[in-house]
């Protein structure tokens, strides 16, 4: 497994998307915390809970410090800041997770409820396997609900198999090979 500090820095770059607003996508930072608070605040409860698997009212405080703070070793999370009005806001994110040692890294992806089915979460997607490929990991995989059809389908175009979640029915689990 590579360490960060071995390969590239991660390179920005803008999303043009099919009603012709673009977005910019970029590693998250530390300063990111009042933005991703912002982002998880506009989302709907069905989101969230597609996302989190629990009814979230509020981000708690350690999960906002986490997500903001990725650990360079095993870690990786991008945002997708959208300018309106001149006013930056995060209407995207995607990020991997891997336990110390393991080369099967745990991905999650949302995508703000008024920006979908723009492309975001593919193109944020491609680049997380893109990154944690690069980065020596051999296997991606995610737990969705089994109800989350975006989310299946969207796995589905990259190639994860889809498969149902031991001792939860409510869950598939869908992994890929990198
Ligand atoms: C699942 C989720 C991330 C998908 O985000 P998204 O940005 O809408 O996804 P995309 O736009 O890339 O793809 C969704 C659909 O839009 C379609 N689409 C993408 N680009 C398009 C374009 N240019 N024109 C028309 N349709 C397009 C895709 O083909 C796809 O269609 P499908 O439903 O037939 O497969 C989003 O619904 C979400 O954030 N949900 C809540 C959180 C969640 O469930 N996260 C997953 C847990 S890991």
């Known amino acids: 497994m590579q360490a960060k500090s071995d390969v590239t820095n991660f390179v920005p770059y803008n999303v043009p998307l099919c009603d012709g607003r673009e977005v910019l996508v970029r590693e998250i930072t530390e300063d990111d915390k009042v933005g991703l608070l912002a982002a998880f605040n506009r989302l709907s409860a069905d989101a969230r809970y597609a996302r989190f698997m629990a009814a979230m009212q509020q981000l708690p405080e350690a999960m906002l410090e986490q997500a903001t703070h990725p650990s360079a070793e095993r870690e990786f999370a991008l945002v997708a800041l959208a300018t309106?009005?001149?006013?930056?806001?995060?209407?995207?994110?995607?990020?991997?997770?891997?336990?110390?040692?393991?080369?099967?890294?745990?991905?999650?992806?949302?995508?703000?409820?008024?920006?979908?089915?723009?492309?975001?979460?593919?193109?944020?997607?491609?680049?997380?396997?893109?990154?944690?490929?690069?980065?020596?990991?051999?296997?991606?995989?995610?737990?969705?609900?089994?109800?989350?059809?975006?989310?299946?389908?969207?796995?589905?175009?990259?190639?994860?198999?889809?498969?149902?979640?031991?001792?939860?029915?409510?869950?598939?689990?869908?992994t890929l090979a990198l």
């Open 84 to 174: 309106e009005n001149k006013v930056s806001s995060i209407v995207g994110g995607a990020r991997y997770a891997a336990a110390p040692g393991s080369d099967t890294c745990e991905f999650a992806v949302t995508v703000a409820d008024d920006w979908h089915r723009l492309g975001l979460a593919s193109r944020l997607l491609g680049t997380l396997i893109d990154i944690a490929r690069s980065r020596g990991y051999r296997c991606m995989e995610g737990y969705v609900l089994s109800s989350n059809t975006a989310m299946r389908r969207l796995a589905k175009r990259f190639g994860f198999a889809d498969l149902a979640c031991p001792d939860d029915a409510t869950l598939r689990v869908v």
